[in-house]
């Protein structure tokens, strides 16, 4: 029998759980794939957002560290905001064990610059209409945002996010012993800014180029859920 191993998969910026479910629809039984939900989306609306980044790390750790019997294997997936998420959780040691495999995808390296922290400090209509060129609202009118359901189900969620990325403030520390592989499309995050994330880890790095914008996990789930495949099947299966 194929041993099992849990992949704990990271939302980015407004990002559901659920973003996650056709993937999982990709990848084989013994990846058990368990997509975690930020306070105040999705399955948890009716709790209050995060204060800061850190509080948003630390909890999502602790959802994770719940799910784990202390000697199991996995695996972390952090996809954009949820690649920093992913990062600090590793480098803070917030779990008793390490991960075997870190996945990461769409966005630069902690200690970087990035042109969307400056969208918290937008007036609502700015920050949508800039959200909705970087391909995160399919389409927006300003009568939306008079929308109750709207604002607080889908607009002030990735807002809030947005406020959080502003407030990480990166520390160095030793880089990260667990090998990893970091997805991005070079017209969403270039190949240099890429190879930054090498400097935060010891173990190695692998980059891989995959689709055409920051979002190719919506285009192409299929072809992501098989490079993760192949990169899982060194974790001992016996």
């Known amino acids: 029998m194929e041993k099992q191993i849990k992949l704990f998969c990271i939302p980015y910026a407004g990002g559901k759980a659920e973003m996650f479910r056709e993937l999982a629809g990709y990848l084989p039984d013994r990846i058990s794939v368990i997509p975690l939900e930020y306070a105040g989306h999705g399955t948890r609306a009716k709790e209050a957002f995060y204060a800061d980044f850190t509080e948003m790390t630390t909890d999502i750790a602790s959802k994770i560290e719940k799910q784990l019997d202390g000697n199991e294997d ?46 918290s400090e937008m007036d609502d209509v700015t920050f949508a209409k800039a959200i909705v060129a970087f391909g995160g609202f399919d389409r927006f009118e300003e009568r939306f945002l008079e929308n109750r359901h709207f604002r607080r189900m889908i607009f002030d969620p ?71 495949r192949e990169r899982m099947e060194h974790i001992d299966t016996k």
Do not use: C
């Open 74 to 119: 996995f695996a972390l997936f952090g996809y954009s905001m949820g690649s920093l998420v992913a990062y600090e959780i590793v480098a803070r040691k917030l779990l008793k064990k390490q991960p075997e495999h870190l996945f990461l995808a769409s966005h630069e390296a902690p200690g970087m610059e990035w042109e969307s922290k400056g969208y």
């Open 158 to 228: 990735i807002r809030q996010d947005y406020r959080l990325i502003t407030s990480y403030h990166w520390e160095e520390t030793e880089g990260l012993s667990v090998p990893g592989t970091l997805f991005f499309a070079p017209d969403d995050v270039p190949v240099e800014k890429a190879k930054q994330w090498r400097l935060r880890f010891r173990a190695p790095l692998e980059l891989i180029e995959i689709g055409k914008n920051h979002f190719f996990i919506k285009d192409e789930p299929e072809k992501l859920a098989g490079l993760i």
